[in-house]
């Protein structure tokens, strides 16, 4: 088998990006870039640009909201904020002139929405964006014909549990000068969640155009905590992204016009809340770093070059039964880790947050805390009782596939083996319980999200991927693994492992009505691997 594509996917992403770049016509090598009457634009060189020169921003929170009527509840009133895409020109390093990017607010990551639970809120989502797209819309994907308007948008909180007409469909879109009002109730527990375009065939571009930002919900049982707030509490959003030399966004595509669409994206910059190698001054004490990965395809190994540990206190959905102590955090798109950070015994150093051999970000640590504040660092979160596999109802089996056409070389990627627009297959009943078998068959690791819902993993295992795409022929050839320690609360996003079979267990509660289950390799997304499925009320 050709361990090669993992090798590149893991570990090569100077060299993906180097040849999305040569498909494209970016390099001046003579050697590389393809011939062409017209000099190539030349494309921003990462390493040239000085360090540690902007400090980070940090999304700053929505100004306060506007009381609304419920829409059914009569006589009730609850907060409304109104929230503008646009487009807008931000810094992203020192050095470079003004990027263009589409924005929530007037940064990316967009403003942060603060929320609590039991206490209901409205969001109108307007999009005053331009008319057209300003990267490549590949036009034979699925819901991005020619015949529909360029710039759609359709808001996704990711994670969030609501009413399917407040979910952000992907067929729902709004277009230049529309708007939609979705209600969120905030029946869950507090959590790090995000939001995020998932407009149907253009979600990878208004996301890698910059329509993301963090979305947090509170509640009483993680204020007893006494976690680090207000400015030791950073929402940290880690994307990628190519960029031209005069600073302007690039998507790289196949080098066709009439199909630019590729399978994933590697950039050779990355970005820590939009801005190339920032810098955060702190204090000595301890603090609350919100991770997201909210890349399109990359996966992100993070660490510190001192080699300091760190502890994960909650994942996608909220906190984790206790901390775990790490060293290293694997982070595929869409995925959040809650981390603390002690930098009490590390006064007056540097260091840098990585991606492997990759600097993202540097700390500064002050020679003494502006206010002397002991160290406080639970021991337990909270409780999260296991669900045990007899309270499924019924389990699902899933193949993740991917389809080279042998002339054109252009690959899909199937659900199932199944298409977008083919009938509704999975209708799990409204407050049961299943178990979803995810069968990867690709060398990539797949992050599988399911809306509405939040689940637990249950175990990996691998199988023999020859014998079962060759000749149908399914066994095992290791031993069902237990989810990693950090992966051990609520999740809504799992890493499906190449060759391997990852169980998770469902409670389908909240709603009935139809919502999506997909890769969050938006690429993927993007080329049909997205299904829908539709929660039934019981009969």
Same mark, same amino acid.
Request: glycine fraction near 6%; hydrophobic fraction near 40%; charge should be negative.
């Given at each position: ?15 993906? +990006?180097?040849? =999305?770049? &040569?498909?494209? !016509? ?6 590389? %870039?393809?011939? #062409?009457?017209? $000099? ?119 994670? +969030?549990?609501? =009413?399917? &007409?407040?979910? !952000? ?6 277009? %230049?000068?529309? #708007?939609?009002? $979705? ?357």
């Amino acid at each position: 088998m050709d361990s090669s594509r993992r090798k590149l996917l893991l570990n090569g992403a100077a060299l993906i +990006a180097a040849a =999305a770049a &040569e498909q494209a !016509g970016l390099l001046s090598n003579p050697l590389l %870039a393809q011939s #062409s009457a017209a $000099a190539p634009r030349p494309w921003l060189h990462p390493e040239r640009l000085t360090r540690f020169v902007d400090p980070l921003p940090i999304p700053q929170p929505l100004p306060k909201a506007e009381l609304r009527p419920h829409p059914h509840q009569p006589g009730t009133q609850i907060a409304y904020h109104r929230i503008a895409m646009r487009k807008v020109e931000v810094k992203v390093h020192r050095d470079l002139p003004p990027t263009s990017i589409w924005s929530y607010g007037a940064t990316a990551p967009g403003p942060t929405i603060e929320a609590r639970k039991g206490q209901p809120l409205l969001i109108e989502w307007v999009n005053n964006l331009p008319t057209q797209h300003f990267l490549p819309i590949d036009h034979n994907l699925c819901g991005a014909g020619k015949d529909l308007p360029e710039v759609r948008t359709a808001v996704h909180v990711h994670g +969030a549990c609501v =009413a399917p &007409e407040s979910d !952000g469909y992907p067929e729902d879109w709004k277009t %230049a000068g529309q #708007s939609s009002t $979705a209600l969120y109730p905030m029946n869950q527990d507090a959590s790090t969640l995000w939001y995020h375009d998932h407009a149907m065939g253009i979600e990878r571009l208004n996301q890698y155009a910059g329509l993301f930002g963090f979305f947090l919900i509170r509640d009483d049982a993680e204020d007893a905590l006494n976690l680090p707030r207000g400015k030791y509490e950073i929402p940290l959003a880690i994307c990628d992204r190519f960029f031209f030399a005069d600073g302007q966004l690039h998507y790289p595509d196949s080098g066709d016009p009439s199909a630019p669409w590729i399978s994933e994206i590697y950039g050779d910059v990355i970005l820590a809340n939009g801005m190339i190698f920032p810098y955060l001054e702190v204090e000595p004490r301890l603090y609350r770093i919100r991770l997201l990965n909210s890349s399109n395809s990359r996966a992100y190994r993070f660490s510190l070059s001192n080699g300091h540990a760190f502890h994960q206190i909650g994942a996608d959905q909220g906190l984790l039964p206790a901390p775990v102590e790490m060293k290293e955090l694997m982070l595929s798109p869409a995925e959040r880790a809650d981390l603390l950070i002690d930098f009490s015994s590390l006064a007056g150093t540097q260091f840098t947050l990585q991606e492997q051999n990759l600097t993202i970000m540097q700390f500064r640590i002050a020679a003494k805390p502006a206010i002397s504040t002991p160290t406080r660092f639970p021991t337990i979160l909270r409780s999260i009782d296991r669900i045990p596999e007899s309270a499924a109802v019924r389990t699902r089996t899933f193949t993740l596939n991917e389809y080279m056409h042998p002339t054109t070389r252009i690959m899909l990627m199937l659900l199932n083996g199944q298409y977008w627009h083919e009938p509704v297959t999975e209708k799990p009943v409204l407050d049961t319980t299943e178990i979803w078998s995810f069968i990867n068959t690709t060398q990539d690791i797949h992050p599988i999200h399911l809306h509405l819902v939040r689940f637990q993993i249950l175990d990996r295992r691998p199988f023999d991927v020859d014998d079962y795409i060759n000749y149908k022929n399914f066994h095992y050839i290791g031993e069902a693994a237990p989810p990693e320690p950090n992966e051990r609360g609520w999740k809504d996003t799992v890493k499906a492992h190449p060759e391997t079979v990852t169980r998770i267990i469902v409670p389908f509660k909240g709603y009935t009505g139809r919502y999506v289950w997909h890769c969050h390799l938006l690429e993927h997304a993007a080329n049909e691997m997205m299904r829908p499925f539709e929660v039934v009320a019981r009969t």
